[in-house]
C-alpha cells in the first residue's frame, strides 16, 4: 500500500476500483509525465449518490462530500494507470463542475471537497491550480464532476 493510500485510511476512505465510463472514452490517459483523468462522478459501486443541482435539490455541504467522492474516483483512476499512487510528483490541476441552480454561486465551496481530499491524500504534493465552474447540467443529472491531472516520475 501506498503512502496515499495510508493517508486515507487515516480517514476511513480507501481508494475504489476505477469507476466504468458511462459513454465513449477512457477514465484515464497518460502522455510522458502527464496523467489526466476523464471527468469523475460521485459514484460509489457503480451507483451515482446523488442528482439535481445544487443550491436547489441538492445543499452546497452535501455537493462538497460529492466532489471528495470524484476526488477518490479520480485517484482510483491515476491509480489504475500508474500502479503505486506515491510515483504522483505533483497535482497539477483540478477542474470541478458544478451543476447548479441558476441563483448559485458557491461553486468554488463545492470543489473544496476535491481540493481537500487531494491535499489530505498527496500532502504537499497536492497543492495545484484550479477551475471550479458552474454548468447547467451534468451527465446523468449529477451535481458536481471532477477531473484531475497529476504530474508523475
Given at each position: 500500500m501506498s503512502s496515499v493510500e495510508d493517508r486515507l485510511a487515516e480517514i476511513g476512505l480507501t481508494v475504489p476500483e476505477v469507476a466504468a465510463p458511462v459513454a465513449a472514452y477512457v477514465p484515464v490517459v497518460r502522455?510522458?509525465?502527464?496523467?489526466?483523468?476523464?471527468?469523475?462522478?460521485?459514484l460509489v459501486d457503480g451507483k451515482l449518490q446523488a442528482t439535481g443541482k445544487v443550491g436547489a435539490e441538492v445543499s452546497a455541504e452535501d455537493a462538497?462530500?460529492?466532489a471528495q467522492i470524484c476526488a477518490l474516483n479520480a485517484i482510483a483512476a491515476v491509480k489504475s494507470e500508474i500502479g503505486d499512487l506515491d510515483q504522483v510528483t505533483r497535482v497539477v490541476k483540478v477542474v470541478g463542475f458544478v451543476a447548479s441552480d441558476p441563483s448559485f454561486s458557491g461553486?468554488?465551496?463545492?470543489?473544496?471537497?476535491?481540493?481537500?481530499?487531494?491535499?489530505?491524500?498527496?500532502?504537499?504534493?497536492?497543492?495545484?491550480?484550479?477551475?471550479?465552474?458552474?454548468?447547467?447540467?451534468?451527465?446523468?443529472?449529477?451535481?458536481?464532476?471532477?477531473?484531475?491531472?497529476?504530474?508523475?516520475?
Open positions: 502522455d510522458g509525465n502527464l496523467v489526466f483523468t476523464s471527468g469523475q462522478l460521485p462538497a462530500k460529492l461553486q468554488p465551496v463545492v470543489i473544496n471537497g476535491a481540493s481537500e481530499l487531494l491535499a489530505t491524500a498527496f500532502g504537499e504534493r497536492g497543492a495545484h491550480a484550479r477551475s471550479a465552474v458552474g454548468v447547467a447540467a451534468l451527465p446523468m443529472d449529477a451535481p458536481v464532476e471532477v477531473e484531475i491531472t497529476v504530474s508523475v516520475q
